[in-house]
């Protein structure tokens, strides 16, 4: 980190400090407007159409379909040319915007520690032949259609998530996965990113619980908690079913002659749940699904594999290690009616136990979060050509969103903004939609560091009746460093 960005990220942060302290809505808009200067600092090029942009997605008045009607919105002061030139050619300094969002004020727990999400979330381009860098993602159907592979943009996305009846968030990070980029080492290089910038943001400090970073089953938490060891986290992640896991290797005679082996013992399998006679916690818990019961085993291990999994990375010469952690299996009723989680805690405390499996089923408030994003906000509504662009209009919508979490306590305060049909409640039980709808009167408290726009003529365009000489060239999907398959013993024989 230079000097120059390390000065910014202290003021910034001081200023967020100040309103941790006072709490009140005062205070809020003191950090949301120094959180809208350090924005528009953050867009080096176009800043002003960019940051006008933002402006427009949170005081539209309904959802967001496309760009074009949002030169419409009062607070964007520019035509429409502008508003596509600022996305296709604006600059933004995403160094420095990972930096002033880290110094957000998280959510709080109880127990102050720190508790993240990251999950892929999809910007499906299936009929954009000329968008480079797109790939095959997995999307839910319906009917007889229950997962389908469509085109597009796979982002990996970093929240914190937050306590409570709400599913309010703070979006920290978000990376475009590539045909060329390996998932599992992709997101770890992400939350080493994410945990590093929070601990430089004084977010974390030593003596406080480790940071707790949950994931569904799509990833493999062995090898993430592998890659971030040298961290103060702890991966809690569900486990596909069909897993079996091993518990510690005895200690070895040495009169036995050999290698000692690495997986012994009474596998407790996923499928069945044999093996569950050497569990080391057992109890009974009240989910918000039920009643559930809690059974976690000590010190268990998978047995790892190089071929077509997450650990084909891992260096040839280098043996696969053996990483244990608490095996926690959660039986009830609705959706958890069987749920298993694997956490790089060796010896969870019952107490651990339930703090991991209460976070894990916070996880899904990301989901929520990604419905407003693409419903409300409109972050996959633009027909982007580009990557480049896609990732400026990303995270001008996370800002967008961290701008509504800011708001809260201003917008709760603000009179005349409740319908009469809407209950009053305090600013810790606002929607995003309540605060959507405020935020136009929080924006006038704050200010805008825009500039007006000058008077200027419009380019003029193409000629008309011409024809498009130049186009595009189609672009591949798919990726392009695909694992070796697990070849068999009559092919490796031939």
């Known amino acids: 980190m230079t000097q120059a960005r390390r000065a910014v990220a202290v003021s910034f942060i001081m200023a967020w400090n100040e309103a941790d302290g006072g709490g009140s809505a005062r205070a809020a808009e003191r950090a949301l407007a120094a959180f809208r200067r350090e924005l528009h600092a953050c867009f080096t090029a176009r800043a002003d159409a960019l940051f006008e942009l933002c402006d427009a997605v949170l005081c539209a008045a309904g959802p967001v379909r496309d760009l074009a009607r949002l030169s419409l919105i009062p607070e964007f002061r520019r035509g429409h040319g502008a508003l596509y030139d600022a996305v296709s050619a604006g600059r933004t300094d995403f160094a420095r915007l990972r930096l002033a969002v880290a110094g957000l004020a998280l959510p709080a727990w109880r127990d102050g520690g720190i508790r993240l999400a990251v999950d892929v979330s999809a910007w499906l381009r299936p009929e954009a032949a000329a968008s480079p860098g797109r790939m095959f993602c997995h999307v839910h159907g319906r009917g007889r259609n229950p997962g389908q592979r469509i085109p597009g943009w796979p982002y990996s996305v970093v929240s914190a998530l937050g306590p409570g009846p709400s599913s309010w968030g703070v979006l920290l990070d978000a990376v475009r996965i590539g045909p060329d980029d390996d998932e599992t080492d992709l997101t770890a290089a992400q939350l080493r990113g994410v945990v590093r910038r929070l601990i430089a943001a004084g977010r974390w400090r030593p003596g406080d619980p480790d940071v707790l970073i949950v994931m569904d089953a799509g990833y493999d938490p062995v090898r993430v908690s592998w890659l971030l060891q040298d961290l103060p986290v702890v991966v809690c992640g569900r486990l596909r079913a069909g897993r079996a896991l091993y518990p510690p290797a005895p200690p070895r005679d040495p009169s036995v002659p050999g290698r000692p082996p690495k997986h012994t013992g009474t596998p407790v399998k996923c499928t069945d749940a044999t093996g569950s006679d050497g569990a080391a916690v057992r109890a009974q818990a009240a989910a918000s699904c039920g009643p559930a019961a809690v059974t976690a085993w000590h010190r268990m291990h998978p047995k790892l594999i190089r071929c077509r999994s997450a650990w084909s990375a891992h260096p040839p010469d280098q043996e696969l290690p053996v990483v244990e952690g608490t095996l926690i299996r959660l039986a009830g009723h609705g959706k958890i009616k069987r749920m298993w989680l694997w956490a790089s805690e060796p010896a969870a405390s019952p107490a651990q136990v339930t703090r991991l499996w209460q976070a894990y089923l916070r996880r899904f408030d990301i989901e929520h979060c990604f419905r407003f994003l693409k419903q409300q906000l409109g972050w996959t509504a633009p027909l982007i050509r580009g990557p480049e662009a896609a990732d400026r209009w990303t995270w001008l919508v996370i800002a967008a969103w961290n701008q509504l979490w800011l708001a809260r306590p201003g917008a709760a305060a603000l009179p005349g903004v409740r319908l009469p049909w809407q209950p009053d409640v305090p ?68």
């Open 427 to 494: 600013a810790a039980t606002m929607t995003p939609g309540r605060v959507r709808a405020a935020f136009r009167c929080a924006r006038e408290t704050a200010g805008t560091p825009a500039s007006p726009p000058k008077p200027a003529r419009p380019g003029p365009g193409r000629p008309k009746g011409s024809k498009n000489t130049r186009k595009a060239p189609r672009q591949p999907v798919g990726k392009r460093n695909l694992k070796q398959p697990k070849q068999t013993p009559k092919a490796a024989a031939g």
